[in-house]
């Protein structure tokens, strides 16, 4: 690598939405762009998360020297505890994003190991031959930046997460301003959020959702529940604000909206009118017209306070006829069949569900087109690579910017692992490198692989069955068993007679291997019986085969 060369390397969040991370390197400097994670989906069984992989970083940590973040969404910030104690840089990023990596580290008894650097707006840092300037964004997250990165080979804009709200409340632009004085005649490169780049137009303001949310407020007999991510909080304040005008008093369910309504309340970013935040306990001693609740779930997690609630297992909270459930949050693709299951509890106990596809109750937090024309526009990039994005948002950003000006072979698509090198004559892309995501389970990282997830794949859709097995080590003869167990099979006592006959297939191939054959005798046993099950009951379950010799 040259002296005015830069490589961006991204590790995450291209051709996907989630796990965004990204590398910039020069010849002496690097810096990490956000480290999120992603959560799992249907087919990971049992994962808790996903997060990129790190050999990159870790090969070249000696010259790392900082990670950057935009925001505090989860999937810029989630896989920080499994970077960061094997790096030694410190963490920069909005004063809002830190107080939540700063209780992340605490989880994972990792903040008195970490330095972190609260950045302020338009503020200039310079990391070795890098400098990174900060400009407010709107967006879902108060206090969230791009970026402009002054690199050797000339000025990268990183937008992070963005739209731009024509009338936004409380201040929260985005810096069209800041972003063209920085890009000059024509940033070398834009990388841009994708994720709306399918919806038309502009997205809805904060404005409009207020103005929305005022309206069922003041119409709604009964109690309110309203659901949102626990780091929207601006959204939050207009639940309070809305409260307030509206004479009621608001108690919260779910700890981490609980825990981000104090961090957000200190540090000066929510204002909560007197007297109009309650404890849960005092929920009884209110009238129904008088009651907002706010509680955790809009994903329909499992043991979140709206899913206990529509189970009817949460021990403060009933629902009951005229409460009206406020879903104010997007639909995460992966979680429909969840969020949809607790509707249709809620509506069976007889409250009444709004949500984004039937009120104007959420707003995107990410650009639609128009937006996304309009930065394009007021950056005038050379080169543009989208980011944050499945891979067909990728290419259609890419069109737009094609549409605003960017040369066709400048409008790069990258994928993860993609590496890309500017240089003042031009572009040129890398060999690609490995970035197979790692799976976290529990505090096992990266243990859990395609092979395990084939078991339990296997296990989910067709149980299992254990074959034990115990032989005399001199003489061969069986001492024990065969002893055959289900698991999620079929019901023992009403197949009795199948797993029995089993027992005898088991012995048919135990007369045909020889005694000191252990290991043939295990693969041949689980053959036989998968190919027997298979024929008689058309189930093809995991078999054990437990060989011992004493």
Known sequence: MTEDTVTLTPLGGLGEIGMNCMCLETKDSMIVIDCGLMFPEDYHFGIDVVIPRFDFILERKDKLRAVVLTHGHEDHIGALPWLLPHVDAPVYGPELTLGLVANKLKEHDLDRKVELRIVRDHERLVLGDLAVNFFPVCHSFIGGFGLGVETPAGRIIHTGDFKIDRNPLDGHATDLPAFAAFAGDGALLMLSDSTNVEREGFALTEREIKASLLEIFNKAEGR????????????????????????????????????????????????????????????????????????????GEPLSALTRIAANEHRQVRVQQDDLVLMSSRFIPGNVKAITKVINRLYKLGAEVLYEKVQAIHASGHAHREELRIMLKTVRPKFFVPIHGEYRHLVKHCRLAVECGVAQERAIILEDGDPLSLFPGGIRLEEKIPVESILVDGKGVGDVGQTVLKERKLLGEGGMVTVTLVLDEKTGEILSGPDIS?????????????????????LDVFEKIPPDQVGKLRDRIRVSLRRFFRKVIERDPMVVALVMTI
Request: aromatic share 8%; hydrophobic share 40%; glycine share 6%.
């Open 486 to 506: 289900s698991k999620g099979f079929v019901f023992e006592q009403q197949y009795s007679h199948l797993l029995e006959d089993a027992k005898g297939i088991v």
């Open 224 to 299: 309110i529940l309203v659901t949102m991510f626990s780091s929207h909080i601006q959204r939050m304040q207009e639940v309070f604000d809305l409260a307030a005008q509206t004479n009621r008093k608001v108690a919260v369910s779910g700890r981490s909206i609980q825990n981000n309504i104090e961090l957000a309340r200190d540090l000066g970013y929510l204002r909560i009118p007197k007297d109009t935040y309650v404890a849960l306990e005092k929920l009884p001693d209110l009238k129904d017209r008088e009651t907002v609740l706010l509680v955790t779930g809009s994903q």
